[in-house]
Every structure is written in C-alpha cells, then in structure tokens.
C-alpha cells in the first residue's frame, strides 16, 4: 500500500510558476513509477506527466511539455511538478498518482492522493 499527499497548489496569476509536491509513504514507494494527472470542472481527469521508479525516465503530455517538469527525490520519497509559464486551462484539481508495480518505467495508476487545487487566473 502507498499514501500520497500532495501540496502546493494555489492561486496564481497566468504565466506565473508553482511547484506541487508529494510525499510518499509505504514499502515500496520508492520502487514505483509515479505521476501527475488533472481533472478540470466537467472534463475526464488526464495524463499531465509520469516519472520511473529511478528518476531517469520522464513522459509528458504534449499540453505541458516544455512548461512542466516532473522530478523525484527517493531519499524524501517525494515527487514534484515545476510549473512555469502557467495559463488559465491548466486550473484543475491535480493529483498524484503511484504505481503498484515495481521497477517500470511507465505508470498505471492504482494508488491516488486527495488532490490539490490549482487556479490559474487570466
């Protein structure tokens, strides 16, 4: 079993940067593939960025790539988005998403944090 929880999120204006984190607990929280996803009001939540259980191994959706940057420290068993140049379609509640299975390089998300909201005023 994995927790999430994130934080970070707020009000900010466009082209305004923010930075979400989120910490991990459980045994193998380190070993897992972990990633970002959003849900704006009345649209399906979706893919934002992904990052392998080593940190070397990055994916983005083309809607933020070269804005958002997705890390990991496994030492504070956290993981962060950088999020720059932010513009008002990127508002939606973020959450943080973990793997179940170990050593891979891509996600499939079986454990979720509660979500942080993200506003990005025009």
């Known amino acids: 079993q994995v927790q999430l929880v994130e934080s970070g999120g707020g009000l900010v204006q466009a082209g305004d940067s923010l930075r979400l984190s989120c910490a991990a607990s459980?045994?193998?929280?380190?070993?897992?593939?972990m990633g970002w996803f959003r849900q704006a009001p009345g649209k399906e939540r979706e893919f934002v960025a992904s990052?392998?259980?080593?940190?070397?191994?990055?994916y983005a959706a083309g809607s933020v790539k070269g804005r958002f940057t997705i890390s990991r420290d496994n030492a504070e068993s956290t993981v962060y988005l950088q999020m720059n140049s932010l513009k008002p379609e990127d508002t939606a509640v973020y959450y943080c998403?973990?793997?179940?299975?170990?050593?891979?390089?891509?996600?499939?998300?079986?454990?979720w944090g509660q979500g942080i909201q993200v506003t990005v005023s025009s």
């Open positions: 998403a973990a793997d179940s299975r170990r050593y891979t390089d891509t996600i499939m998300p079986a454990y």
């Open positions: 990052i392998n259980w080593r940190g070397g191994t990055t």
């Open positions: 459980g045994r193998t929280a380190n070993s897992n593939a």
